[in-house]
């Protein structure tokens, strides 16, 4: 993956969580948040799937704020498999 790709694809998440991140919400406001964004339908960079569930939602806040507001906290991890074969031939 480019490192173009990664940066869209940290967009598209930051754009999700940025208003769970950029200020204090209640904890109810927050949940009340996560909730609406897990059921809507996303156009996903580079992915055919649709929905964003709850707790990846929450991985992305923790990854986040753990990183001290770094948007490269966000970008996808890289395959640790990587040049092998998925599958065993018989």
Same mark, same amino acid.
């Given at each position: 993956?480019? !490192?173009? !790709?990664? +940066? ?12 769970? /991140? ?6 109810? !406001?927050?949940?009340? $948040? ?17 929905? /964003?569930?709850?707790?990846? $939602? $929450?991985?992305?806040?923790? +990854? ?27």
């Amino acid at each position: 993956m480019t !490192e173009e !790709e990664k +940066q869209r694809i940290a967009t598209f998440r930051f754009s999700i969580i940025g208003e769970m /991140v950029s200020g204090r919400l209640d904890p109810g !406001e927050q949940e009340r $948040l996560i909730r609406e964004k897990s059921r809507r339908k996303w156009q996903i960079p580079f992915s055919s799937r649709t929905h /964003v569930s709850r707790s990846t $939602l $929450l991985r992305w806040i923790r +990854q986040y704020r753990q990183s001290g507001g770094r948007i490269q906290s966000l970008y996808p991890d890289d395959r640790n498999d990587k040049g092998k074969a998925r599958a065993i031939d018989d």
